[in-house]
T-cell receptor, first 115, second 117 residues
């Protein structure tokens, strides 16, 4: 069971390439969040999903970043034309619902290194 | 805007000492939630506690205790009789209802706790 899973655990890519990061939330959790953890910026919110819709994308740093969620479950975060400043650990979290604040449970993260 | 401040960047103690990690928050919302997470060297964020703004009762869980004081906007975390396994980075976080329906977490910068044998 079932905790939040993320893949890959590590990703090394070259500047300019596109990458896709995957998140499998806890079964039955309707809310899903992406965060980024970097040395300089700490833990930052990126995007929030309620079901398959994303009512809050305010944390996405540029239009190179996008995310989708299908079937109210798996989510993919895509970074196009990666830059070195995109190097960070990307964390996914899920919670049972979002109408009232429920505890967010985090996955192990994907460590992205852009060379 | 929401803000969380963890003024202690790093703390080092000797095993069995008590240690308190400070957390000060800012929000204009009357309804909000406060959290503590632990991030051990393995990297995964582990949930420790969640409190809502209407419940100022202190909480104790084993060696862990939390002191929530709205008057000073603080939510401090104390580890009693610390152990080497407590070594980790600890994050305080805030979630407020006014964030456009998004219950996103706003994190402090974290406090790195090292417990030496």
């Amino acid at each position: 069971g079932a905790g939040v899973s993320q893949s890959p655990s590590n990703k090394v890519t070259e500047k300019g390439k596109d990458v896709e990061l995957r998140c499998d939330p806890i079964s039955g959790h309707t809310a899903l969040y992406w965060y980024r953890q970097s040395l300089g910026q700490g833990l930052e919110f990126l995007i929030y999903f309620q079901g398959n819709s994303a009512p809050d994308k305010s944390g996405l740093p540029s239009d190179r970043f996008s995310a989708e969620r299908t079937g109210g479950s798996v989510s993919t975060l895509t970074i196009q034309r990666t830059q070195q400043e995109d190097s960070a650990v990307y964390l996914c979290a899920s919670s049972r619902w979002a109408e009232s604040t429920d505890t967010q449970y985090f996955g192990p993260g994907t460590r992205l290194t852009v060379l | 805007a929401q803000k969380v401040t963890q003024a202690q960047t790093e703390i080092s103690v000797v095993e069995k000492e008590d240690v308190t990690l400070d957390c000060v928050y800012e929000t204009r919302d009357t309804t909000y939630y406060l959290f503590w997470y632990k991030q051990p060297p393995s990297g995964e964020l582990v949930f420790l506690i969640r409190r809502n703004s209407f419940d100022e009762q202190n909480e104790i869980s084993g060696r862990y205790s939390w002191n929530f004081q709205k008057s000073t906007s603080s939510f401090n975390f104390t580890i009693t009789a610390s152990q080497v396994v407590d070594s980790a980075v600890y994050f305080c976080a805030l979630s407020a209802a006014s964030q456009g329906g998004s219950e996103k977490l706003v994190f402090g910068k974290g406090t790195k706790l090292t417990v030496n044998p």
